[in-house]
């Protein structure tokens, strides 16, 4: 007896249905069970594989920060164990074979305490699909008898027990010659027509499947030579309905005689269990870069044109995506991020879907040695390797590898964020660029896509990430991005609201979209007038911010009159950094001798830095020839209390304050010979 845990999604299922038929070639009479979650991917295809199926509670691990979510992730694990148990007791299986995601945790915990108790003999081994394996498997991962492994580099996360032996492609993933898949498939494709086949993955991809929705008016100009087969998705939640949402998407886009031409050259379904004919008789294949996804493809050697999902564990489709790109076996298109009907979502444009696509199918030399090199991609072979090691059989290997390249993994968000932030504090002037740091123009578009996509994450703090990762990689394009999260003014959720949240943009979200702003330097009209709101923002720290940027902007102001006004009336917040950051702004920005009267009413403050950055402020209007100088200026300012309430040797508002005096003596004396 074989259980079988694993899913969520059919690149965690797919693997442990392809296992199990090559134990059942080795021992037809093997009995199988398969573990998941009622409702995912696996309550299709195991069925419709004609497997029996159980199912228990998991969901996913969403971290050790405390929250809701990780309360219902331990109740629910709680639970899923309890069921596991039951099942483990009356199954009693020989092998246990666990191929990722949440799902396997439940039995792998209890079959570890049962085994402990002496309850349980049964042989634990996992497949690991990606470079980086995520939270739970790295934990799942060190209770198995051995981790099978995708790739190389993930030995480092399993060196006692970790075994390489490549992607388990199942059975009905195979060369099949074209004319026999046509003849095989119950709909009709035209006959001159290159086929290319678009699927996001068993649950189907929103960004996928309105991107080639948004593309099929651009195609239909290529009727007769195109025809598009859509594999839409099987996920069904109130997040996302795969089919419904691509339906009402169809409606909405095209008019009824449009969708009439459409028909002519596209066809969709949820699911093709008949995958393989599909891939046989497709000329080109669009989808995500998830391992089982690539290596499918590279199996019956086909060209792809990946759009991988960014920000996942390891960044493992990236790295796959990058892989195979480099490997000269796809093209690649990152999502971008849009804002639509008020909302930040990930994108691809129709319009730069449909070129590509087109771009690509009318290069037969390109597409043929895409193919070529798709072939040669995968580590082949990977099922004798597994069976052979669940046996426990000597592998002799003599057949060529895998020519996959080793790549150069990705900076996390957070080493990214460290060495941008250094070289950008060390740049001198406006000398910073990231490509100092990055070097890679391929990687720096891959970070700047993968910045912008946290700024559509459900989590503030990963926004906020976001908004410094865009700013620090200057990605100018999501400006318009950034000014709708300055001014987004939706109410945080009623808890965090009584805790001292306002909006679900925090605070520290809108101060450093300011930041960012000049970081990536760049200023017009439309951002003045945002930036001027901001002075309005409930939060101090943003309106110190708005000061500081307009300081930064000063001479590429459009309205320094109006700044003038709201600076000075800013004088009077009572928030320390707000006040001495707008004092500092009116030397840049001040534009009459209201500026130096309302500075110097601040001489006696009993803050000393915000009389110290009036005096700078002042010396600053002095050199842009603002404010006159004379012994009466000279007279008045020595009104200032220059005493500190530091313990340091040395008192910053004294140096102020003997620059402003030395600037107006020099200013005098410049009068004089002039006036000689």
């Known amino acids: 007896r074989v259980l079988l845990t694993g899913g969520g999604t059919g690149g965690h299922v797919n693997p442990a249905l392809a296992i199990a038929e090559a134990i059942k070639e080795r021992e037809p009479d093997v009995e199988f069970l398969y573990v998941g979650v009622q409702g995912k991917a696996e309550s299709v295809i195991v069925t419709r594989a004609g497997y029996p199926i159980k199912y228990i509670d998991a969901v996913a691990f969403p971290g050790f920060r405390p929250s809701l979510s990780l309360v219902k992730f331990l109740l629910t694990l709680s639970l899923g164990m309890v069921k596991s148990f039951w099942i483990l007791v009356h199954y009693q299986p020989r092998w246990i074979i666990g191929t990722g995601g949440y799902v396997c945790a439940p039995i792998i915990f209890t079959h570890t305490i049962m085994k402990y108790l002496g309850m349980s003999r049964a042989k634990v081994f996992i497949h ?6 995520g939270k739970l498997n790295a934990l799942v991962g060190r209770f198995a008898d051995k981790v099978f492994l995708t790739f190389p580099e993930t030995l480092e996360h399993f060196p006692k027990n970790g ?29 001159e027509a290159k086929v290319v086949f678009v699927f996001g993955g068993s649950q189907g991809a929103r960004t996928i499947n309105r991107a080639i929705v948004d593309a099929l008016g651009e195609l239909l100009d ?12 099987i996920l069904h939640s109130k997040e996302y309905d795969a089919v419904k949402d691509t339906e009402e998407r169809l409606k909405q886009r095209y008019t009824e005689e449009e969708l009439r031409k459409i028909e002519k050259i596209y066809y969709r379904r949820d699911y093709f269990h008949n995958i393989g004919e599909i891939y046989a008789i497709s000329d080109l294949i669009v989808c995500r870069s998830g391992a089982g996804s690539l290596n499918e493809i590279s199996m019956v050697g086909k ?39 008020g909302i930040i979502l990930e994108k691809v444009e129709g319009t730069v879907l449909a070129r590509k696509i087109k771009e690509l199918l009318s290069d037969e030399e390109r597409l043929k040695k895409l193919a070529e090199n798709s072939r040669k991609f995968m580590r082949r072979h990977a099922l004798e390797r597994i069976v052979n090691e669940i046996y426990e059989e000597k592998i002799t290997e003599t057949r060529p590898e895998t020519n996959n390249q080793l790549i150069q993994p990705l900076l996390s968000n957070d080493q990214l964020l460290g060495k941008l932030s250094s070289a950008y504090s060390s740049a001198v002037g406006n000398s910073y660029h990231p490509l100092d740091v990055i070097k890679d123009v391929d990687d720096l578009q891959y970070y700047r896509h993968r910045a912008a996509a946290l700024l559509t994450h459900p989590e503030w703090w990963w926004r906020n990430i976001g908004v410094k990762l865009v700013g620090l990689l200057k990605y100018q394009d999501k400006i318009p991005t950034l000014l709708h999260m300055l001014q987004d003014r939706t109410p945080d959720t009623p808890l965090k609201r009584a805790l001292g949240g306002d909006f679900r943009e925090v605070g520290f979200i ?7 702003l000049r970081v990536i330097d760049y200023w017009d009209e439309e951002i003045e007038k945002i930036v001027l709101g901001a002075f309005n923002d409930p939060y101090y720290e943003v309106v110190a911010n708005a000061a500081r940027t307009g300081e930064y902007f000063a001479k590429r102001l459009r309205w320094p009159l109006k700044w003038q006004e709201i600076l000075i009336e800013k004088l009077n917040d009572k928030h320390l950094e707000v006040v001495t950051s707008c004092a500092s702004a009116l030397g840049a920005i001040g534009v009459n001798d209201e500026a130096v009267m309302s500075l110097i009413r601040l001489s006696s403050r009993l803050e000393w830095q915000v009389r ?59 009068q004089k010979k002039e006036k000689h």
Request: glycine share 4%; no cysteine.
């Open 163 to 191: 075994v390489v032996v490549g992607y388990p492609v199942r059975r009905s993933v195979k060369v099949v010659e074209k004319e026999t898949a046509l003849a095989s498939l119950d709909f009709k494709v035209p006959a």
């Open 128 to 133: 690991e699909q990606n470079s980086v394996p």
């Open 222 to 233: 290529w009727e007769g030579k195109i025809f598009i087969i859509h594999g839409m998705g």
């Open 612 to 670: 110290d950055a009036s005096l700078r402020a002042i010396r600053t209007l002095l050199k842009r020839g603002i404010v006159q100088a004379d012994e009466k200026l000279s007279r008045t300012l020595s009104n200032f209390i220059l005493t500190s309430t530091d313990f340091r040797p040395f008192f910053s508002i004294k140096e102020s304050y003997r620059m402003v005096t030395k600037e107006i003596e020099l200013l005098l004396e410049k």
């Open 303 to 341: 060209p792809a044109l990946i759009i991988p999902k960014a920000n996942l564990p390891g960044d493992h489709q990236v790295m796959n995506a990058r892989a195979m790109k480099r490997a000269g076996a796809a093209e690649i298109i990152f999502e971008d991020t849009v804002i639509e009907d």
């Open 510 to 516: 809108r101060r450093n979209v300011l930041t960012a």
